[in-house]
Antibody
């Protein structure tokens, strides 16, 4: 069964950092582009970062709102995708999902507040 | 950046009746590989999004055949032939050609 499990969320002060992890099982992780989305409470979905598979060069892309602050990476041997979030802002608050676009995790909540 | 719009933003449907949602993109979603990367998702209350349709009209595994997608270029439609209680939720279209931009969502509930 395909599973994606996010972890690493929590309450953090503005300006601090957090690293999210997405642990995959049930499929050939290395073959898939992994995408991070977020959803602020009661709002829609925003793609924040994409990390492509090695087949597509392992390249990354980011939303303008997080470029320079967030970094997506992956460890194919461990089947884990990461989202390093630095210089967090209050507006980064939300439920963060990792996904292959076909399957989604349940999300991990990030709250940025002083 | 690509902007995705949806109409209507909310829809109340009598069970057993059809429903239709329109989605427009600000740029063509036709890729150089010949495929058009338009997805439809349903997000039920308290759940993660689930994919219904990919590449405009292909149903994902396990999606009932009452769901169908159509369109090309910048104009797309999701149709539910006969709405059931389990279809309630927020429907999103998403472009898959650039930065996976979602539309604002269409809330579907039952009359």
């Amino acid at each position: 069964e395909v599973q994606l499990v996010e972890s690493g969320g929590g309450l953090v002060q503005p300006g601090r950092s957090l690293r999210l992890s997405c642990t995959a099982s049930g499929f050939t992780f290395a073959d898939f582009t992994m995408t991070w989305f977020r959803q602020a409470p009661g709002k829609g979905l925003e793609c924040v970062g994409i990390i492509r598979s090695k087949v597509y060069g392992g390249t990354t892309d980011y939303a303008a709102s997080v470029k320079g602050r967030f970094t997506a990476s992956r460890d194919d041997s461990k089947r884990i995708a990461y989202l390093q979030m630095n210089s967090l802002k209050i507006e980064d608050t939300g439920l963060y999902y990792c996904t292959t676009l076909w399957r989604w995790g349940q999300g991990t909540m990030v709250i940025v507040s002083s | 950046d690509i902007v995705m719009t949806q109409t209507p933003l909310s829809l109340s449907v009598t069970p057993g009746q059809p429903a239709s949602i329109s989605c427009k993109s600000s740029q063509s979603l036709l890729h150089s590989d010949g495929k058009t990367y338009l997805y439809w998702y349903l997000q039920k209350s308290g759940q993660s999004p689930q994919v219904l349709i990919y590449e405009v009209s292909s149903r994902f595994s396990g999606v009932p055949d009452r769901f169908s997608g159509s369109g090309s270029g910048t104009d797309f439609t999701l149709k539910i032939s006969r709405v059931e209680a389990e279809d309630v939720g927020v429907y999103y279209c998403m472009e898959g050609i650039h930065l996976f931009t979602f539309g604002p969502g269409t809330t579907v509930d039952l009359k």
